[in-house]
Each structure stands twice: as C-alpha cells, then as structure tokens.
C-alpha cells in the first residue's frame, strides 16, 4: 500500500463538502466504514470504503490499516471488538460544530481526531496460504459514543461477513436516515 501521497488541503477542503452535501446526515455521525482485510504479500490493506466517495489521504489509509488489526491475535480466535483514535485533517460538518455549542465536554464531537471501532474477525480457513481469514471492519466518526458504536458495529460486520458489500451499503443508507445530530 502506499503511503507517500497526499492531498492538497483546497482539494481535500472541495471533495470534503461535496461527500458531506451528499451524505449529510450519515457524515454528521460517521465518516465512513472500512473494511481492512490481511494479504499475504502486502500486510494489512484496505479492501473498500463506503460510502464508496468519501475520500481518506494515504496517511488516513495507512493509520487505519495499521490500527485495524489487535496488537497480538496470534492466539485470538473468532471475534474481537476494541476502538482505536487517530488523528485527522478534516473539518467538523455544521451539524457537528452545532451539536458541540450545546454539549458537555466529553460528548463533544472531536475536531481533530477520529474514532475508530474496530470488528476483527480471524478464523481459520485452510483454503486461504496462511490457513486463516483475517478480517476488520472499522467504523470512522468524530463522536464519542462508545456504546452507540460498539452496537453499530456489532449489527453491521457480521451481516458484512455473511452477505459481503451490500450489506455495508445498505448500512451507509440507513444512517443516512438517522435522526439529525442534537
């Protein structure tokens, strides 16, 4: 993966807003849902990004394709859930910034990093080089509702494991909906 390149801030400023006029609501509560899967040649790699327009810098894809695996997993077998922060260079959308003027502190949206809550699943697969399937799905927001989340992401990965990227889109969808942040 590489992890040299990076974006202007007008371009990544332009693309930002035109993701968040599309998809306002789901980026006023996530930023996106990844799905980082482990190659054999490559290491960890991100596999998808959905929505499929949300755009990420190459130093965003490398942070949460080394963040999306448990330090140690050798002996971690089936599930596991842990969250993980990462630090990032877009803004806050208008609803987030709205949402921080009436919040406590610790509820606040955070401007400058991400949260990130991770679904690893490794099981074994002796069809596949390593004998194991070794996958993370990893959801994206600025908002720290630690139990919201890890529900979210306890709904939305194994439906991704049993029917694959529909069901990752139909979830993007269905945020989409949710009510507006506040």
């Known amino acids: 993966m590489a992890c040299g390149m990076q974006y202007e801030d007008n371009d990544l400023l332009t693309e930002e807003t035109d993701f968040q006029a599309k998809w306002s609501r789901f980026s006023d509560w996530l930023h996106c849902i990844c799905v ?3 190659d054999l040649e490559l290491g960890q790699a ?11 810098t190459d130093q965003e894809k490398c942070n949460i394709c080394y963040l999306a695996f448990p330090d140690s997993n050798s002996g971690c077998m089936g599930d596991t859930q842990f ?18 003027e009436d919040s406590v502190p610790t509820l606040r949206a955070d401007s400058t990093h991400y949260w990130g809550f991770v679904y ?14 070794q996958k993370s799905i990893i959801l994206l927001t600025r908002l ?3 139990n919201l989340f890890y529900k979210v992401i306890q709904l939305i990965a ?3 494991f049993e029917e694959g990227e ?17």
């Open 36 to 38: 980082v899967t482990f």
């Open 46 to 56: 991100m596999e998808s990004v959905y929505p499929p327009d949300v755009k990420l």
């Open 83 to 100: 969250h993980v922060r990462l630090r990032s260079r877009t803004l806050l959308t208008k609803q987030q910034l709205s949402y921080n």
């Open 120 to 133: 690893f699943r490794q099981v074994k697969d002796p069809s596949l080089p390593r004998g194991y399937f």
């Open 144 to 146: 720290p509702f630690i």
């Open 158 to 160: 194994p439906k991704h």
């Open 166 to 182: 529909r069901s990752l889109e139909a979830a993007c969808h269905d945020i989409n909906r949710w009510p507006v942040l506040g």
